[in-house]
């Protein structure tokens, strides 16, 4: 009866992981997609060593961050995965969501002050761990974005 | 970002800063902080665990431990008698079990226009 009981929760966990995860995934893409267009008029330029700096009145940092965390579904998705290798398509969509969140954020914060172009951009992730209790990987990512935005 | 304290150091994740030159060189100057998970946002985020999406306790914990790595690096270049911070870099370290370091360094420098 018990054993009946975890299957039942386990089961459940999954199919809510499973309809809520897609939904959720499906509307932030949208809103990512939405807001990127808007931003698309701000460049975001990397620079060499040796390029002079080019000439503008005023520069300040920004950076964007995210914590993100993947579903119950692709969770258990990903430990099967596990088993035979290769690639883990269900994280790819959570880290390509996760960064281009950040930079969205980096971009709409330099925008707000007035920025017309952002410097030299760098992505930094990190894990923090599932859910307490469980040991299953990493549940869920960090982002930083940040650069120099001059206007 | 651009708060009262920090108005007069320019941080800039470039080599200089943009319209100013580099007068005087401090060397290196660097800002830590480190968090642990917080036990009521860690039930919450459990919760969100199951369908996924972004959790925001966690986020605004991130955005406050980068505000005040930052902050700390300031204080560093001021003491020193610099007016800017250049080459800004971030780096995150988990020191144990749920706990977590952020870690904000840079070259702190004098720059005039």
């Known amino acids: 009866m018990d054993a009946l009981v975890q299957i039942l929760f386990f089961v459940v966990l999954l199919i809510l992981g499973y309809f809520w995860g897609r939904y959720f995934e499906k509307r932030h893409y949208k809103s990512i997609l939405r807001r990127e267009k808007k931003t698309l008029n701000i460049p975001i330029v990397n620079f060499g060593a040796k390029q002079s700096l080019i000439d503008v009145q005023e520069a300040a940092l920004f950076a964007g961050s995210v914590v993100i965390s993947i579903d119950y579904f692709k969770m258990i998705s990903a430990a099967f995965r596990n088993l035979v290798g290769g690639r883990v398509t269900v994280y790819e969509s959570l880290l390509d969501r996760g960064r281009r969140e950040a930079l969205l954020r980096m971009k709409e914060d330099a925008i707000k002050w007035g920025a017309n172009q952002i410097l030299n951009v760098r992505l930094e992730t990190a894990t923090i761990g599932g859910s307490s209790g469980n040991n299953s990987g990493p549940g869920s990512i960090e982002v930083i974005a940040y650069g120099t935005g001059v206007k | ?113």
């Open chain 2, 1 to 113: 970002m651009n708060n009262k304290k920090e108005k007069n150091v320019i941080l800039t994740t470039l080599e200089g800063v943009p319209g100013q030159t580099i007068m005087e060189h401090y060397g290196l100057v660097q800002g830590s902080t480190i968090r642990a998970k917080h036990i009521g946002k860690d039930i919450m985020a459990s919760f969100k665990n199951i369908v996924g999406g972004e959790l925001k306790g966690y986020t605004e914990l991130l955005q406050e431990s980068r505000k005040e790595a930052l902050e700390r690096m300031v204080e560093q270049a001021t003491e020193l008698g610099a007016n800017a911070v250049v080459n800004i870099r971030f780096s995150t370290s988990s020191v144990a079990q749920g706990v977590a370091e952020l870690f904000a360094y840079g070259t702190a420098v004098k720059v005039e226009s």
